[in-house]
């Protein structure tokens, strides 16, 4: 048996969306608006920093402890506590040092844009596009009759026949949902790393602590549903909503930052 050319089809449309969309999205705003590489640079650092180095593995650690073990069978505390306000928290706080410190310099809508572009762009990259490049790796080795050849003190024979059928058995569909989940997660970081800034350039906390609320609802509902054996294209629905919801903040907040750009301005030449 063969993975379905479909499915490859699929796998690469993920692919390019990961990829080539926030890459893509990155060089056009950067020639068009002149976008802060550095705001690119640092958002990606962030989450490599807050998620990757420290949320994960402290998340990981817990994991073997007896009491959170228990606490994680309650679907409230999973979805609501882990799920989304620890995402929520480790996230939105970088942003906020991220804005405040390495990036007070330059703070304006499109660098708001341009660190949600990092920010959310290294996610997909890191979460989904690395498991969708080892996907597509191992079904080109079983259409070529290869991936056998794999197995070793590395894979073992159980692991390896796992694999193959996953890959050969899952529906091609379900191969376009991580890219198209992370296309609207993008929008939804590039929105939520404009409310960080907003409240920064306000000078307001509180706008941190909207935030991270913000990003536990998103979160917290997605991994309910799951978790319910709703469809996996009703919580893509939910996601894609949301992700509308964050495009017309993102369009429609660009003049307040104007306002408050001219207005900093304005003080800077009175002083």
Same mark, same amino acid.
């Given at each position: 048996?063969?993975?379905? @050319?479909?499915?490859?089809?699929?796998?690469?449309?993920?692919?390019?969306?990961?990829?080539?969309?926030?890459?893509?999205?990155?060089?056009?705003?950067?020639?068009?608006?002149? !976008?802060?590489?550095? %705001?690119?640079?640092?958002?990606?650092?962030?989450?490599?920093?807050?998620?990757?180095?420290?949320?994960?593995?402290?998340?990981?650690?817990?994991?073997?402890?007896?009491?959170? @073990?228990?606490?994680? @069978?309650?679907?409230?505390?999973?979805?609501?506590?882990?799920?989304?306000?620890?995402?929520?928290?480790?996230?939105?706080?970088?942003?906020?040092?991220?804005?405040?410190?390495?990036?007070? @310099?330059?703070?304006? &809508?499109?660098?708001?844009? %341009?660190?949600?572009?990092?920010?959310?762009?290294?996610?997909?990259?890191?979460?989904?596009?690395? /498991?969708?490049?080892?996907?597509?790796?191992?079904?080109?080795?079983?259409?070529?009759?290869?991936?056998?050849?794999?197995?070793?003190?590395?894979?073992?024979?159980? /692991?390896?026949?796992?694999?193959?059928?996953?890959?050969?058995?899952?529906?091609?569909?379900?191969?376009?949902?991580?890219?198209?989940?992370?296309?609207?997660?993008?929008?939804?970081?590039?929105?939520?790393?404009?409310?960080?800034?907003?409240?920064?350039?306000?000078?307001? !906390?509180?706008?941190?602590?909207?935030? !991270?609320?913000?990003?536990?609802?998103?979160? %917290?509902?997605?991994?309910?549903?799951?978790?319910?054996?709703?469809?996996?294209? &009703?919580?893509?629905?939910?996601?894609?909503?949301?992700?509308?919801?964050?495009?017309?903040?993102?369009?429609?907040?660009?003049?307040?930052?104007?306002?408050? /750009?001219?207005?900093?301005?304005?003080?800077?030449?009175?002083?």
């Amino acid at each position: 048996m063969m993975v379905s @050319q479909l499915s490859l089809v699929f796998m690469i449309c993920s692919l390019l969306l990961i990829f080539v969309f926030p890459v893509g999205a990155a060089v056009y705003l950067y020639k068009k608006e002149r !976008i802060s590489l550095k %705001a690119i640079g640092i958002g990606a650092l962030i989450f490599i920093v807050f998620q990757i180095v420290i949320r994960i593995p402290l998340l990981a650690f817990f994991s073997d402890q007896p009491w959170f @073990q228990e606490l994680m @069978q309650n679907l409230l505390f999973s979805a609501v506590l882990v799920g989304g306000l620890s995402a929520g928290l480790f996230e939105e706080v970088g942003r906020y040092l991220a804005f405040r410190f390495p990036l007070k @310099q330059v703070l304006s &809508w499109k660098n708001g844009v %341009a660190y949600g572009l990092g920010h959310g762009g290294i996610e997909a990259m890191v979460l989904v596009g690395m /498991t969708y490049i080892n996907n597509i790796i191992i079904s080109l080795m079983i259409n070529a009759g290869t991936f056998e050849n794999l197995i070793g003190p590395g894979l073992d024979a159980a /692991t390896a026949e796992m694999v193959k059928n996953q890959l050969i058995n899952t529906p091609p569909f379900y191969f376009i949902v991580g890219g198209l989940e992370r296309f609207f997660t993008l929008f939804i970081q590039i929105g939520l790393s404009l409310v960080v800034l907003y409240g920064v350039m306000k000078r307001k !906390i509180s706008y941190l602590f909207y935030a !991270i609320l913000l990003h536990t609802l998103v979160n %917290a509902p997605a991994v309910i549903l799951l978790e319910r054996g709703v469809s996996i294209w &009703w919580v893509e629905l939910f996601v894609l909503l949301l992700a509308v919801i964050a495009v017309v903040w993102i369009i429609r907040s660009r003049p307040l930052f104007e306002q408050l /750009t001219t207005l900093e301005e304005d003080g800077s030449s009175k002083d």
